[in-house]
């Protein structure tokens, strides 16, 4: 899954505002604490990301195809996705 910059740039002036509103932390480089926020949300999706295509390439090697969709297809997917994360410790 792609985001844009756009839209981590919109969650993470969303998360700011709600970190500050509620006085659960100060930040003294509101510019700084963005980049960070930004960071760790481009870093969460490129993990998924990367996760995503290693289950993909594991159900693409099957001798028997499965076809994307199907309920088998989706319980393999499951599956492998929550290996994948467990291998990634997530």
């Not at 981590?8 to 509103?21: F, G, M, R, T, V």
């Not at 996760?51 to 297809?73: F, I, M, N, T």
């Not at 492998?80 to 990634?88: D, N, P, R, S, T």
């Amino acid at each position: 899954m792609h985001i844009s910059e756009d839209r981590i740039s919109h969650i993470a002036h969303k998360i700011y505002d709600k970190l500050y509103n509620d006085d659960l932390a100060d930040f003294p480089d509101e510019r700084r604490a963005l980049d960070s926020i930004k960071d760790s949300i481009s870093g969460f999706f490129s993990i998924m990301e990367q996760v995503d295509q290693a289950v993909r390439a594991k159900l693409a090697s099957y001798s028997q195809a499965k076809v994307p969709g199907s309920r088998e297809w989706e319980i393999l997917y499951q599956k492998f996705y929550a290996e994948e994360l467990a291998k990634k410790k997530w």
